[in-house]
C-alpha cells in the first residue's frame, strides 16, 4: 500500500479538478491520446478477516501512542512536555491528563496544557477542574489567566454543575490572592450559575459570597457584590454583610423613595395671627471611622497588629496590601507610631519587588506624621537608596520632602550624612547613578533652607559631597550640586570654606552668585545709559536676496574672523560665528567659488558643523549655508561643499541622536545648500552621487529621531536624486531596524527611490544578499510590496453613475461603483496583477486584471510569457472559482495561449511548468494545455517553420528530470519529440533542440526513428514493467506494427504470425479511445509507437 500511495499519491488527493478551463476546444475525447496518461489509483478492497487485522493493528497502534503520550507528558525536559501537550487531541486518558496538569510548573506548558484542556474539553475532564481554576484562572500572570478562563468556558459547555462546583470552591479554598476574586468574576459572565443549580445549592454559594465580601482587598469586595448582584438570590443576598448589601442595593437601584411632603390644611382664616414654623438642622453627617482615631485601632481592623516586625512578610501581594492599607490610614490617625515607622522602613529598605516598594515608599510618607525622632531618622535613611531606581526617584524625593517638612533638621542628623555619604560620595560601593544624586542633593538643598539648626560636622560633610559633583558632566546634577552648595553657603562661611576651596575660580564664582543677595546700602541712582542699536540678522532669510557683482572672500571673512573660529575659548567662537554670519547674509555681491578664501572659510567651519557642543554646532550650520548661498553658481556651490567635505558633516549633523530639533533643522538647512538649493528660493535641489554617498555613510550607524529625520527628508525630495545606488546598503540596514519609526521612514524613503528610478532593484537585492540572514524574508516582503506599488500597473476606480430614479427611490448603484479597472502596459504586467490580486485576496481587483490579461494580442507571446499566462490563469482559476465573470477571462487567456501565441513557445512553457513538479490539479491543466497546442494544425507549421523552442525544452527535461521515477513531464517531452520525429525526421528534431548525439534525447529520436541508439533509453516509466514476451527494441515494435497494418490490408503471406484479433478494427477507427482487449505484444508495441494512449477498463 505505501508502495502504491508512493506512486500514485494518497487516495484523498484523488479528487476532480477544482479549476474549470471550460472552454469549448479543450476536448478530452480528442486531445487525451496525445500525451502520456496519469495513473488512477485502484479502489481497495478486502475481505473480512483483512478489516478485522487492519482493526486490531490500528487498536494497538491508539494503545501504543497512548502509552507514548504519557510518556511525553512526564518527560524531563519542558520543550518535549509542551509538545506533548500540544499533540493532544482527544480526552481519552482523561485521568493521565489531569495527573499531568495537577503537576505542572512550568509556565510555558502550563499554557499549553490549558489550550489542550480548552481544545479537547469533555466530561471526562471534569477532575482537572480544580487544577484549571488553581493554575490558570487564578494565576497571576495575563495569559495564562486568560488561557484557564478559556478552558473553564469550554469546560462549562459539557459539564455545567461540575464547573460551577469547582469556582465556588475556589472562591473559598484558593490559596492565591487573585483566585477568589477571579473565581467570582468568572460566575458572573461567562460561567452563570444554572437555576437548578442554585435552587439546590444557594446556601453554599451565599457562604461563599459571604466570606469573599468581607475580605480585605478592595477588589475582591467588589467581585463579591458584582456576583451578588448577577445571581440575584435571597438567600445570598441575605448572608452578605451590611456594606456588601448596601452596596448591592445601590446597584440595583433600590434605594428608599424620599418621604413624601406634609399634606397642606386648610387656610387660616382671614386676620388669624401667622402660624410658628420650627425649622429642623439636618443630621450631622457621622464622621469617618478612621478619621482622627487612634492609629493601632484603624490598623487593627485592617488586620494589621503589632509587632509591626513580622507583619510585612509573606507573599508579595499580600505585603503590598498591608503597605497600602498602612498609607491610607497613618496618614489620618493619631498615636504613637515610632515602631510601626522603623518597621515600615526596614519593609522598604530591603524589599525586593517593585510593585511593593512602591507601597512601601508611600507607607514612609504617610507615617512620618505619627514617628518619633528616631523614625523619621530611618525612614531618610531606607528612602535614599530608593532613588537609584529611576521609576521610583520621583516617588522617593516626595516622600523625603514629607519627611523633612515635618522635621527639617533630620537632613543634618548623623545617621542620615552616613547614609548621603554611602549613596553621593565618589568611590563609594552603592553610589546613585547621576539622576539619583540629582534627586539628593535637591531634596537636600530645600532642607538645608528649612532647618533652623546646622551642626558644623554635619555641615562640612554635606559641604564636601556637594563641591564633588559641582563640575560633573551630567547637566542636572550639576546644577542641583551648586544650588545646594550655595544654600549651605548661608551657614557661617568656615563651615563651607574648604569645600569652596576646592573648586575652581569659574564654578566658585557661579556658586557664590546663586546665594540670595543681600540688600545694598542706599545710593544715589544713576541713569544707565541708553543701549547702542545693533544691527539683527534674519536667518534663515523669508525671501532670497538678489546679489548683483562679486564680492571678495577676505572681505567678508578676513584672516582675523577665521582665526577666532580656532579659538579656544567656546564664548569667542560663538561671537566670531554671530559676526561672520552676519557678515554672510548681509547685503552684497556674490561669491567666486574659484576664490582660495572661500575654500579656507569652509574648512575651518566643518570641525564646528561637527561640534560635540551643540551651542556652536546650529551657528556653525547657518554660517555655512549662508556662505554657500553666497555663491553665485549653483553647481559650483555643489561641487564646493563636496570638496571640503562639508556635506558629509551636514548629513551626520542631522542624524546626530544627541542633537536637539533646532540643531538639527539648521543641519537640513545646510544640507540643503550642499545639495544646491538656496533657503528661501525657487533653485533646483540635486543629490548627486556625493552627496548620496554621504547621506549613506551617515545612515550606516544611525539611529533615533536622526536617522527619521534624514530619511524623511530624503523621500520628500527623492525626486531630485539620480543616482541614489549608494543608499541601497544603508537603507536594508534600516529596514532591519526594531524601532517602528526609523523602519517606516526607511520603507518610505525606498518606495520614493524606486518610484523615481534613482534605486535599482538590482542593487536592493544585493545589499539584501549582504544583509544579515536572521530578518531577510521579513525585509523582502516588504521590498516585494515596494516593487509591486512602483510597478506601473494602475488601478482606476470607476466613477458612480448618476441614478435616474427620484432622491426618495435612489439605493445607490453597487457594480459600477466597486468594480476596478486594471491598466497594464503589458501582458507581463497584467499577469503580474492577477498575482497580486490573489495573494491580496482582492477578488474584484483579479477580476479586472484577467480581462485586462485576456485583452492582449496572444500572437506576440514569447516563451516566458506564455509561461506566465498559464501559471496565472491556473492560479487565478483556482482563487475565483465562484467568479463566472473571472473565470471566464482566465479561460480566455489559457485558451489563447494553447491556441493563438506562438505554438512552439506555448508547448515550451508547459513543458517548463511541468518540469517543476506542480501539484495534481496544476498538472492536469497543463497537461490539457499542451495536449491543445499539440492537436492544434499550428504545431505542424511551426515545426515546417523549424520554431525549435519547443524542442529546446524536451531536452532541457531530458536533462534534468531523472528517469528513475515516474514523471509527467518526462512523458510529456517524449510525447512531444514523438510527434515532432514524424513530422520533420529524427535529424531536424536533433538539430533544432540543441542536444548532444549521446543525450537522452538524442537516442529517444533516433529509437523512433528505426536507428540503433548510440545509448540504453528506457522506452517506459520504470513502474511499468516489460510484459512477457514483449521486446525493448522500438524498432523491433515499430516493425511489429507495421507489419499488423499490413495484415490488415491483406497482405498476409508477409505477416507472421498474424494481427491479434480486433486489432483492425482498432487501427481503422480513428476516434475510439480505447484498445480491444488482446494479447499484451499488441499493449506493448501500441504503447512504444502510437501517438495514441489505450486506456485499460
Same mark, same amino acid.
Given at each position: 500500500?505505501?508502495?502504491?500511495?508512493?506512486?500514485?499519491?494518497?487516495?484523498?488527493?484523488?479528487?476532480?479538478?477544482?479549476?474549470?478551463?471550460?472552454? %469549448?476546444?479543450?476536448?478530452?475525447?480528442r486531445?487525451?491520446?496525445?500525451?502520456?496518461?496519469?495513473?488512477?489509483?485502484?479502489?481497495?478492497?478486502?475481505?473480512?478477516?483483512k478489516?478485522?487485522?487492519?482493526?486490531?493493528?490500528?487498536?494497538?497502534?491508539?494503545?501504543t501512542?497512548?502509552?507514548m @503520550?504519557?510518556?511525553?507528558l512526564?518527560?524531563?525536559?519542558?520543550?518535549?512536555r509542551?509538545?506533548?501537550?500540544?499533540?493532544?487531541?482527544?480526552?481519552?486518558?482523561?485521568e493521565?491528563?489531569?495527573?499531568?496538569?495537577a503537576?505542572?510548573?512550568?509556565?510555558?506548558?502550563?499554557d499549553?496544557a490549558?489550550?489542550?484542556?480548552?481544545?479537547?474539553?469533555?466530561?471526562e475532564?471534569?477532575p482537572?477542574l480544580?487544577y484549571?481554576?488553581?493554575?490558570?484562572?487564578?494565576?497571576?500572570?495575563?495569559?495564562?489567566?486568560?488561557?484557564?478562563l478559556?478552558?473553564?468556558?469550554a469546560?462549562?459547555?459539557?459539564?455545567?454543575?461540575?464547573?460551577?462546583?469547582?469556582?465556588?470552591?475556589?472562591?473559598?479554598?484558593?490559596?492565591?490572592?487573585?483566585?477568589?476574586?477571579?473565581?467570582?468574576?468568572?460566575?458572573?459572565?461567562e460561567?452563570?450559575?444554572?437555576?437548578?443549580?442554585?435552587?439546590?445549592?444557594?446556601?453554599?454559594?451565599?457562604?461563599a459570597?459571604?466570606?469573599?465580601?468581607?475580605a480585605?482587598?478592595?477588589?475582591?469586595?467588589?467581585?463579591?457584590?458584582?456576583?451578588?448582584?448577577?445571581v440575584?438570590?435571597?438567600?445570598?443576598?441575605?448572608?452578605?454583610?451590611?456594606?456588601?448589601?448596601?452596596?448591592?442595593?445601590?446597584?440595583? +437601584?433600590?434605594t428608599? %423613595?424620599?418621604?413624601?411632603?406634609?399634606?397642606?390644611?386648610?387656610?387660616?382664616?382671614?386676620?388669624?395671627? %401667622?402660624k410658628r414654623?420650627?425649622?429642623?438642622?439636618?443630621?450631622?453627617?457621622?464622621?469617618s471611622? =478612621?478619621?482622627?482615631?487612634?492609629l493601632?485601632a484603624?490598623?487593627?481592623?485592617?488586620?494589621?497588629?503589632?509587632?509591626?516586625?513580622?507583619?510585612?512578610?509573606?507573599?508579595?501581594?499580600?505585603?503590598?496590601?498591608?503597605?497600602?492599607?498602612?498609607a491610607?490610614?497613618?496618614?489620618?490617625?493619631?498615636?504613637d +507610631?515610632?515602631?510601626?515607622?522603623?518597621?515600615?522602613?526596614?519593609?522598604?529598605e530591603?524589599?525586593?519587588?517593585?510593585?511593593?516598594?512602591?507601597?512601601?515608599?508611600?507607607?514612609?510618607?504617610?507615617v512620618?506624621?505619627?514617628?518619633?525622632?528616631?523614625?523619621?531618622?530611618?525612614?531618610?535613611?531606607?528612602?535614599?537608596?530608593?532613588?537609584?531606581?529611576?521609576k521610583?526617584?520621583?516617588?522617593?524625593?516626595?516622600?523625603?520632602?514629607?519627611?523633612?517638612?515635618?522635621?527639617?533638621?533630620?537632613?543634618?542628623?548623623?545617621?542620615?550624612?552616613?547614609?548621603?555619604?554611602?549613596?553621593?560620595?565618589?568611590?563609594?560601593?552603592?553610589?546613585?547613578?547621576?539622576?539619583?544624586?540629582?534627586?539628593?542633593?535637591?531634596?537636600?538643598?530645600?532642607?538645608?533652607?528649612?532647618?533652623s539648626?546646622?551642626?558644623?560636622?554635619?555641615?562640612?560633610?554635606?559641604?564636601a559631597?556637594?563641591?564633588?559633583?559641582c563640575?560633573?558632566?551630567?547637566?542636572?546634577?550639576?546644577?542641583?550640586?551648586?544650588?545646594a552648595?550655595?544654600?549651605?553657603?548661608?551657614?557661617?562661611?568656615?563651615?563651607?570654606?574648604?569645600?569652596?576651596?576646592?573648586?575652581?575660580a569659574?564654578?566658585?564664582?557661579?556658586?557664590?552668585?546663586?546665594? =540670595?543677595?543681600?540688600?545694598?546700602?542706599?545710593?544715589?541712582?544713576?541713569k544707565?545709559?541708553?543701549?547702542?542699536?545693533q544691527?539683527v540678522?534674519?536667518?534663515?532669510?523669508?525671501?532670497?536676496?538678489?546679489r548683483?557683482?562679486?564680492?571678495?572672500?577676505?572681505?567678508?571673512?578676513?584672516?582675523?574672523?577665521?582665526?577666532?573660529?580656532r579659538?579656544?575659548?567656546?564664548?569667542?567662537?560663538?561671537?566670531a560665528?554671530?559676526e561672520?554670519?552676519?557678515?554672510?547674509?548681509g547685503?552684497?555681491?556674490?561669491?567666486?567659488?574659484?576664490?582660495?578664501?572661500?575654500?579656507?572659510?569652509?574648512?575651518?567651519?566643518?570641525?564646528?558643523?561637527?561640534?560635540?557642543?551643540?551651542?556652536?554646532?546650529?551657528?556653525a550650520?547657518d554660517?555655512?549655508?549662508?556662505?554657500?548661498?553666497r555663491?553665485?553658481?549653483?553647481?559650483?556651490?555643489r561641487?564646493?561643499?563636496?570638496?571640503?567635505?562639508?556635506v558629509?558633516e551636514?548629513?551626520?549633523?542631522?542624524?546626530?541622536?544627541?542633537?536637539?530639533?533646532?540643531?538639527?533643522?539648521?543641519?537640513?538647512?545646510?544640507l540643503?545648500?550642499?545639495?544646491?538649493?538656496?533657503?528661501?528660493?525657487?533653485?533646483a535641489?540635486?543629490?548627486d552621487?556625493?552627496?548620496?554617498?554621504?547621506?549613506?555613510?551617515?545612515?550606516?550607524n544611525a539611529s533615533?529621531?536622526?536617522?527619521?529625520?534624514?530619511?524623511?527628508?530624503?523621500?520628500?525630495?527623492?525626486?531630485a536624486?539620480?543616482?541614489?545606488?549608494?543608499?541601497?546598503?544603508?537603507?536594508?540596514?534600516?529596514?532591519?531596524?526594531?524601532?517602528?519609526?526609523?523602519?517606516?521612514?526607511?520603507?518610505?524613503?525606498?518606495?520614493?527611490l524606486?518610484q523615481?528610478?534613482?534605486?535599482?532593484?538590482?542593487?536592493?537585492?544585493?545589499?539584501?544578499?549582504?544583509?544579515?540572514?536572521?530578518?531577510?524574508r521579513?525585509?523582502?516582503?516588504?521590498?516585494e510590496?515596494?516593487?509591486?506599488?512602483?510597478?506601473?500597473?494602475?488601478?482606476v476606480?470607476?466613477?458612480?453613475?448618476a441614478s435616474?430614479?427620484?432622491?426618495?427611490?435612489d439605493?445607490?448603484?453597487?457594480?459600477d461603483?466597486?468594480?476596478?479597472?486594471?491598466?497594464?502596459?503589458s501582458?507581463?504586467?497584467?499577469?503580474?496583477?492577477?498575482?497580486?490580486?490573489?495573494?491580496?485576496?482582492?477578488?474584484?481587483?483579479l477580476?479586472?486584471?484577467?480581462?485586462?490579461?485576456?485583452?492582449?494580442?496572444?500572437?506576440?507571446f514569447?516563451?516566458?510569457t506564455?509561461g506566465?499566462?498559464?501559471?496565472?490563469?491556473?492560479?487565478?482559476?483556482?482563487f475565483?472559482e465562484?467568479?463566472?465573470?473571472?473565470?471566464?477571462?482566465?479561460?480566455?487567456?489559457?485558451?489563447?495561449t494553447?491556441?493563438?501565441?506562438?505554438?512552439?513557445?506555448?508547448?515550451?512553457?508547459?513543458?517548463?511548468?511541468?518540469r +517543476?513538479?506542480?501539484?495534481?490539479?496544476?498538472?492536469n491543466?497543463?497537461?490539457?494545455?499542451?495536449?491543445?497546442?499539440?492537436?492544434?494544425?499550428?504545431?505542424?507549421?511551426?515545426?515546417?517553420a523549424?520554431?525549435?523552442?519547443?524542442?529546446?525544452?524536451?531536452?532541457?527535461?531530458?536533462?534534468?528530470?531523472?528517469?528513475?521515477?515516474p514523471?509527467?513531464?518526462?512523458?510529456?517531452?517524449?510525447?512531444?519529440?514523438? @510527434?515532432?520525429?514524424?513530422?520533420?525526421?529524427?535529424?531536424?528534431?536533433?538539430?533544432?533542440?540543441?542536444?548532444?548525439?549521446?543525450?537522452?534525447?538524442?537516442?529517444?529520436?533516433?529509437?523512433?526513428?528505426?536507428?540503433?541508439?548510440?545509448?540504453?533509453?528506457?522506452?517506459s516509466?520504470?513502474?511499468?514493467?516489460?510484459?512477457?514476451?514483449v521486446?525493448?527494441?522500438?524498432?523491433?515494435?515499430?516493425r511489429?506494427?507495421?507489419?499488423?497494418?499490413?495484415?490488415c490490408?491483406?497482405?498476409?503471406a508477409?505477416?507472421v504470425?498474424?494481427?491479434?484479433?480486433?486489432?483492425?478494427?482498432?487501427?481503422?477507427?480513428?476516434?475510439?479511445?480505447?484498445?480491444?482487449?488482446?494479447?499484451?505484444d499488441?499493449?506493448?508495441?501500441w504503447?512504444?509507437? @502510437?501517438?495514441?494512449?489505450?486506456?485499460?477498463?
Amino acid at each position: 500500500r505505501e508502495q502504491k500511495e508512493q506512486r500514485c499519491g494518497p487516495q484523498s488527493l484523488r479528487t476532480t479538478s477544482a479549476v474549470p478551463l471550460n472552454t %469549448p476546444v479543450i476536448d478530452l475525447g480528442r486531445a487525451s491520446h496525445l500525451f502520456a496518461p496519469l495513473r488512477q489509483k485502484k479502489h481497495q478492497t478486502g475481505t473480512a478477516q483483512k478489516i478485522a487485522a487492519r482493526d486490531a493493528r490500528r487498536k494497538k497502534e491508539r494503545a501504543t501512542t497512548a502509552k507514548m @503520550s504519557a510518556e511525553a507528558l512526564a518527560a524531563s525536559k519542558w520543550q518535549d512536555r509542551r509538545e506533548a501537550w500540544e499533540s493532544i487531541t482527544n480526552a481519552a486518558d482523561a485521568e493521565t491528563l489531569t495527573t499531568h496538569l495537577a503537576k505542572e510548573t512550568n509556565g510555558a506548558v502550563l499554557d499549553a496544557a490549558l489550550d489542550a484542556v480548552a481544545r479537547v474539553a469533555a466530561p471526562e475532564l471534569a477532575p482537572a477542574l480544580p487544577y484549571v481554576v488553581q493554575k490558570g484562572l487564578a494565576n497571576a500572570r495575563g495569559a495564562t489567566q486568560r488561557r484557564g478562563l478559556r478552558a473553564v468556558v469550554a469546560l462549562q459547555q459539557v459539564a455545567p454543575s461540575e464547573t460551577t462546583d469547582a469556582l465556588v470552591d475556589g472562591i473559598t479554598t484558593s490559596k492565591n490572592a487573585r483566585g477568589p476574586s477571579a473565581c467570582a468574576k468568572a460566575l458572573t459572565t461567562e460561567c452563570a450559575p444554572s437555576t437548578a443549580w442554585l435552587s439546590s445549592h444557594s446556601d453554599r454559594l451565599a457562604t461563599a459570597v459571604a466570606k469573599l465580601a468581607s475580605a480585605a482587598n478592595g477588589d475582591a469586595r467588589k467581585a463579591a457584590v458584582d456576583l451578588a448582584v448577577a445571581v440575584d438570590d435571597p438567600v445570598v443576598f441575605q448572608k452578605l454583610p451590611e456594606n456588601a448589601k448596601k452596596a448591592v442595593a445601590k446597584l440595583r +437601584g433600590n434605594t428608599p %423613595p424620599p418621604p413624601p411632603p406634609p399634606e397642606a390644611g386648610p387656610p387660616p382664616p382671614p386676620g388669624s395671627p %401667622p402660624k410658628r414654623v420650627t425649622i429642623k438642622a439636618p443630621p450631622r453627617k457621622a464622621p469617618s471611622p =478612621e478619621k482622627g482615631d487612634d492609629l493601632l485601632a484603624a490598623l487593627a481592623r485592617r488586620n494589621i497588629t503589632p509587632p509591626f516586625d513580622a507583619a510585612f512578610q509573606g507573599k508579595w501581594d499580600a505585603r503590598r496590601e498591608k503597605l497600602e492599607a498602612v498609607a491610607s490610614v497613618a496618614r489620618a490617625c493619631s498615636g504613637d +507610631g515610632e515602631a510601626l515607622a522603623l518597621a515600615v522602613a526596614a519593609a522598604c529598605e530591603a524589599e525586593p519587588h517593585a510593585a511593593v516598594a512602591k507601597a512601601a515608599i508611600s507607607a514612609c510618607a504617610s507615617v512620618a506624621g505619627v514617628a518619633g525622632v528616631v523614625g523619621r531618622r530611618a525612614l531618610v535613611v531606607a528612602l535614599l537608596p530608593r532613588l537609584r531606581d529611576a521609576k521610583l526617584a520621583s516617588q522617593a524625593s516626595q516622600a523625603l520632602n514629607d519627611v523633612s517638612t515635618i522635621q527639617p533638621e533630620v537632613v543634618f542628623d548623623d545617621a542620615t550624612v552616613r547614609a548621603a555619604t554611602d549613596a553621593l560620595a565618589a568611590g563609594a560601593k552603592r553610589r546613585l547613578p547621576p539622576q539619583g544624586r540629582a534627586c539628593g542633593f535637591r531634596w537636600a538643598s530645600s532642607a538645608f533652607a528649612a532647618s533652623s539648626k546646622a551642626p558644623p560636622l554635619s555641615t562640612k560633610a554635606w559641604a564636601a559631597l556637594c563641591a564633588a559633583d559641582c563640575s560633573d558632566a551630567h547637566g542636572p546634577l550639576r546644577a542641583a550640586a551648586r544650588d545646594a552648595l550655595s544654600a549651605l553657603c548661608q551657614r557661617p562661611r568656615a563651615d563651607v570654606k574648604s569645600a569652596l576651596q576646592m573648586l575652581d575660580a569659574k564654578t566658585r564664582a557661579k556658586v557664590l552668585e546663586r546665594k =540670595e543677595p543681600q540688600k545694598p546700602a542706599a545710593a544715589p541712582k544713576r541713569k544707565p545709559p541708553p543701549p547702542k542699536p545693533q544691527e539683527v540678522v534674519v536667518w534663515p532669510p523669508p525671501h532670497i536676496t538678489e546679489r548683483t557683482g562679486t564680492i571678495a572672500a577676505c572681505d567678508l571673512a578676513p584672516t582675523s574672523l577665521r582665526a577666532t573660529l580656532r579659538a579656544p575659548s567656546e564664548q569667542r567662537r560663538a561671537k566670531a560665528l554671530a559676526e561672520l554670519l552676519k557678515r554672510a547674509a548681509g547685503p552684497g555681491g556674490g561669491l567666486d567659488a574659484r576664490e582660495a578664501d572661500a575654500d579656507r572659510v569652509l574648512r575651518e567651519l566643518r570641525p564646528l558643523v561637527g561640534d560635540a557642543r551643540a551651542s556652536l554646532r546650529a551657528p556653525a550650520c547657518d554660517c555655512a549655508a549662508a556662505w554657500l548661498d553666497r555663491v553665485r553658481n549653483r553647481d559650483d556651490a555643489r561641487k564646493l561643499a563636496a570638496k571640503t567635505g562639508l556635506v558629509v558633516e551636514a548629513a551626520a549633523a542631522v542624524v546626530d541622536a544627541g542633537a536637539l530639533t533646532a540643531y538639527r533643522a539648521a543641519a537640513l538647512r545646510l544640507l540643503q545648500s550642499c545639495c544646491g538649493k538656496r533657503c528661501a528660493s525657487d533653485d533646483a535641489l540635486v543629490i548627486d552621487e556625493n552627496g548620496a554617498k554621504a547621506m549613506a555613510k551617515a545612515l550606516q550607524n544611525a539611529s533615533g529621531a536622526g536617522a527619521v529625520a534624514l530619511l524623511t527628508w530624503l523621500a520628500k525630495h527623492a525626486d531630485a536624486c539620480d543616482i541614489g545606488d549608494a543608499l541601497a546598503s544603508p537603507l536594508i540596514t534600516r529596514l532591519y531596524d526594531k524601532a517602528r519609526a526609523p523602519k517606516d521612514a526607511a520603507l518610505e524613503c525606498v518606495t520614493a527611490l524606486v518610484q523615481k528610478g534613482a534605486l535599482d532593484r538590482s542593487a536592493l537585492e544585493t545589499a539584501l544578499d549582504a544583509a544579515p540572514i536572521v530578518g531577510r524574508r521579513v525585509v523582502a516582503q516588504l521590498l516585494e510590496g515596494v516593487f509591486r506599488e512602483a510597478s506601473p500597473i494602475k488601478v482606476v476606480k470607476r466613477v458612480p453613475q448618476a441614478s435616474p430614479l427620484p432622491a426618495a427611490f435612489d439605493f445607490g448603484v453597487a457594480d459600477d461603483a466597486s468594480t476596478p479597472v486594471v491598466e497594464a502596459a503589458s501582458p507581463t504586467e497584467a499577469f503580474a496583477a492577477i498575482e497580486a490580486a490573489i495573494d491580496n485576496g482582492d477578488r474584484p481587483a483579479l477580476r479586472a486584471a484577467a480581462a485586462a490579461a485576456a485583452a492582449f494580442d496572444a500572437s506576440t507571446f514569447t516563451r516566458d510569457t506564455c509561461g506566465g499566462a498559464m501559471r496565472a490563469a491556473i492560479a487565478g482559476a483556482r482563487f475565483a472559482e465562484r467568479d463566472a465573470a473571472a473565470r471566464a477571462s482566465l479561460d480566455e487567456v489559457a485558451r489563447k495561449t494553447a491556441l493563438e501565441a506562438p505554438r512552439s513557445s506555448a508547448i515550451a512553457a508547459a513543458l517548463d511548468l511541468l518540469r +517543476g513538479a506542480p501539484d495534481r490539479v496544476v498538472a492536469n491543466h497543463l497537461a490539457r494545455l499542451l495536449t491543445l497546442g499539440l492537436r492544434d494544425p499550428a504545431w505542424g507549421r511551426a515545426l515546417d517553420a523549424r520554431k525549435g523552442d519547443a524542442l529546446v525544452a524536451c531536452a532541457e527535461v531530458f536533462d534534468s528530470v531523472s528517469a528513475e521515477a515516474p514523471s509527467l513531464a518526462l512523458d510529456a517531452a517524449k510525447t512531444v519529440a514523438a @510527434s515532432a520525429v514524424d513530422r520533420i525526421g529524427s535529424d531536424a528534431v536533433i538539430a533544432l533542440s540543441g542536444a548532444a548525439e549521446d543525450s537522452p534525447l538524442a537516442c529517444l529520436v533516433r529509437a523512433l526513428a528505426g536507428a540503433p541508439p548510440l545509448m540504453n533509453v528506457e522506452t517506459s516509466s520504470p513502474e511499468q514493467k516489460p510484459l512477457a514476451g514483449v521486446s525493448d527494441d522500438v524498432a523491433a515494435l515499430r516493425r511489429r506494427k507495421d507489419a499488423w497494418r499490413r495484415g490488415c490490408a491483406g497482405e498476409a503471406a508477409r505477416t507472421v504470425p498474424g494481427p491479434p484479433p480486433d486489432i483492425c478494427g482498432w487501427f481503422a477507427n480513428e476516434e475510439t479511445w480505447r484498445a480491444p482487449r488482446c494479447v499484451p505484444d499488441m499493449w506493448a508495441a501500441w504503447c512504444a509507437v @502510437s501517438r495514441r494512449l489505450p486506456f485499460v477498463d
